[in-house]
T-cell receptor, first 109, second 113 residues
Framework: QQPVQSPQAVILREGEDAVINCSSSKALYSVHWYRQKHGEAPVFLMILLKGGEQKGHEKISASFNEKKQQSSLYLTASQLSYSGTYFCGTGEYTDKLIFGTGTRLQVFP | DTGVSQNPRHKITKRGQNVTFRCDPISEHNRLYWYRQTLGQGPEFLTYFQNEAQLEKSRLLSDRFSAERPKGSFSTLEIQRTEQGDSAMYLC???????????FGNGTRLTVT
């Protein structure tokens, strides 16, 4: 089952904050976050693991609610370069990732 | 780290023809994944390997799709008797073991006419 992301789209001015959510109906072991710009490959942002371990870029923050099987990605003080489509990828007890429906983010000057 | 390499970048084929794509992962990565992506959608899981072993294949895939990873190095994805619905971007990704980031290649864009 594909995880559901919300919102589907976000429009921001530079410097504003945004939260992107990812929800699964399955018991999860891991949640990944990727950003994809038009015509490019997805780029890794963050991994959150059951038990609290996180790996990712310093300027990105995220949370993982293991009881609700939900994750949120927090984008603060947005920059123009943050524009793109954000995907969460969820893993159960294997390393197979199922990607979500996507959230399109546009940041304007 | 030269990144994940996919060839060809673009492939146009006629319906009913067979096509094969190649993926060269980052050399020290033992996991290799294939995904398919259509416009506006998230990557759809096709299959993945640990070394040369194919660990899982999507149940959504028909028998027209097959993938191999001989000797745990590069991988090929073959689509037999292509259909227009196969038109998509085919993405390959590799990763080290155990819950590590996926490194994606730039993909092969398939157009079936």
């Amino acid at each position: 089952q594909q995880p559901v992301q919300s919102p589907q789209a976000v429009i921001l001015r530079e410097g504003e904050d945004a939260v992107i959510n990812c929800s699964s109906s399955k018991a999860l072991y891991s949640v990944h976050w990727y950003r994809q710009k038009h015509g490019e490959a997805p780029v890794f942002l963050m991994i959150l693991l059951k038990g609290g371990e996180q790996k990712g870029h310093e300027k990105i923050s995220a949370s993982f609610n293991e009881k609700k099987q939900q994750s949120s990605l927090y984008l603060t003080a947005s920059q123009l370069s943050y524009s793109g489509t954000y995907f969460c990828g969820t893993g159960e007890y294997t390393d197979k990732l199922i990607f979500g429906t996507g959230t399109r983010l546009q940041v304007f000057p | 780290d030269t990144g994940v390499s996919q060839n060809p970048r673009h492939k146009i084929t006629k319906r009913g023809q067979n096509v094969t794509f190649r993926c060269d992962p980052i050399s020290e990565h033992n996991r290799l994944y294939w995904y398919r992506q259509t416009l506006g959608q998230g990557p759809e899981f096709l299959t993945y390997f640990q070394n040369e072993a194919q660990l899982e294949k999507s149940r959504l895939l028909s028998d027209r799709f097959s993938a191999e990873r001989p000797k745990g190095s590069f991988s090929t994805l073959e689509i037999q008797r292509t259909e227009q619905g196969d038109s998509a971007m085919y993405l390959c990704a590799s990763s080290p073991p155990i819950s590590s980031p996926l490194h994606f290649g730039n993909g092969t864009r398939l157009t079936v006419t």
